[in-house]
């Protein structure tokens, strides 16, 4: 999933303005990882969960509901936020949450200024090799979202000639393009929100978003207007997020080195699959259960 820039309002919000959030942007593209963030940390938000002396650091922009934002008291949650504290509650370690800008957010890992990052950091090759990886915390597709009752639209190809809505700026717009069969099919909106209220009000045949952005606003919006209570379909468009046979995914990302970290994180992380904790936080943000893909890797 590609990192989308959102607001760091709360859903509440967002909901009730129907749409004051930041233009999307694919949720594990990044900038470059080797700027120095000249943002100092907000260190106001700290989580501790299992009453140890140990204390691990995690950094986030917390600017990306659901994976990290700030709640109406200024506290990081989110998805990741849960996913470490369980892990730490499994592995017995307590997470101090820091908010920084995204610009730069990893060199400070070198220096041991916080212990890892979360909040939408996309495995790929060059993270690998530059940092300590943890397994998949979430896996994260560009899908094609459809009306589940629209069965017009029930193949890519089916798509030619329908009309397609997308988050102004999107990084899947020339694929969108291609699907629908020209620009002149194509309905940009301000923000994701936008667009994934207008499939659910029947404005566009489909949207090409983030599985985890559309789940996430779906869920929402359904909760606060019933009239909007439709079910969606998707196809995958997996040719855009697999890299070498492996399904894309956010992960942690810690220094170059700490194994001992990652080892505990990694640990934790296969114990809340396998015992149904990370299944029940996956629901909790995103309203639907987590893939059988994303609860193996």
């Given at each position: 999933?590609k990192?989308?820039?959102?607001?760091?309002?709360?859903?509440a919000?967002?909901?009730?303005?129907?749409?004051c959030?930041?233009?999307?942007?694919?949720?594990?593209?990044?900038?470059a990882?080797?700027?120095?963030?000249?943002?100092?940390?907000?260190?106001?938000?700290?989580?501790t969960?299992?009453?140890?002396?140990?204390?691990?650091?995690?950094?986030?922009?917390?600017?990306?509901?659901?994976?990290?934002?700030?709640?109406?008291?200024?506290?990081?949650?989110?998805?990741?936020?849960?996913?470490?504290?369980?892990?730490?509650?499994?592995?017995g370690?307590?997470v101090?949450?820091?908010?920084?800008?995204?610009?730069?957010?990893?060199?400070?890992l070198?220096?041991?200024?916080?212990d890892?990052?979360?909040?939408?950091?996309?495995?790929?090759?060059?993270?690998?090799?530059?940092?300590?990886?943890?397994?998949?915390?979430?896996?994260?597709?560009?899908?094609?979202f459809?009306?589940k009752?629209?069965?017009?639209?029930?193949?890519?190809?089916?798509?030619?000639?329908?009309k397609?809505?997308?988050?102004?700026?999107?990084?899947?717009k020339?694929?969108?393009?291609?699907?629908?069969g020209?620009?002149?099919?194509?309905?940009?909106?301000?923000?994701s929100?936008?667009?994934?209220?207008?499939?659910?009000?029947?404005?566009?045949?489909?949207?090409?978003?983030?599985?985890?952005?559309?789940?996430?606003?779906?869920?929402?919006?359904?909760?606060?207007?019933?009239a909007?209570?439709?079910?969606?379909?998707?196809?995958?468009?997996d040719?855009?997020?697999?890299?070498?046979?492996?399904?894309?995914?956010?992960?942690?990302?810690?220094?170059?080195?700490?194994?001992?970290?990652?080892?505990?994180?990694?640990?934790?992380?296969?114990?809340?699959?396998?015992?149904?904790?990370?299944?029940?936080?996956?629901?909790?943000?995103?309203?639907?259960?987590?893939s059988?893909?994303?609860?193996?890797?």
């Open positions: 999933m990192r989308t820039l959102l607001t760091s309002l709360t859903i919000s967002s909901l009730a303005l129907f749409g959030d930041k233009p999307s942007e694919p949720t594990n593209s990044t900038p990882e080797t700027a120095t963030s000249t943002q100092a940390p907000d260190t106001t938000n700290q989580s969960t299992t009453n140890t002396e140990v204390v691990y650091t995690m950094a986030v922009d917390s600017t990306l509901p659901p994976l990290a934002f700030k709640d109406e008291k200024g506290s990081a949650i989110g998805y990741d936020i849960d996913v470490i504290k369980a892990i730490g509650e499994k592995q370690f307590d101090e949450v820091i908010s920084m800008g995204w610009d730069g957010i990893f060199e400070p070198n220096h041991d200024t916080y890892l990052v979360g909040s939408g950091a996309g495995w790929s090759e060059e993270r690998a090799a530059a940092y300590d990886l943890s397994g998949i915390i979430i896996d994260a597709r560009v899908s094609v459809h009306l009752d629209n069965t017009s639209v029930n193949s890519l190809a089916a798509l030619k000639g329908k397609i809505g997308i988050p102004q700026g999107s990084y899947h020339d694929r969108a393009v291609e699907l629908a020209g620009n002149e099919n194509i309905a940009e909106y301000p923000t929100f936008l667009a994934v209220q207008a499939l659910l009000k029947g404005e566009v045949d489909a949207i090409v978003e983030d599985n985890n952005v559309v789940l996430y606003y779906a869920n929402n919006i359904k909760k606060e207007n019933p909007f209570d439709k079910e969606l379909a998707n196809i995958n468009i040719e855009l997020t697999k890299m070498d046979g492996k399904a894309s995914g956010n992960v942690f990302v810690m220094k170059k080195g700490n194994k001992e970290l990652t080892d505990k994180i990694d640990a934790g992380l296969k114990q809340i699959k396998e015992d149904g904790t990370l299944s029940k936080i996956y629901e909790k943000w995103f309203g639907v259960e987590a059988a893909e994303l609860l193996k890797n």
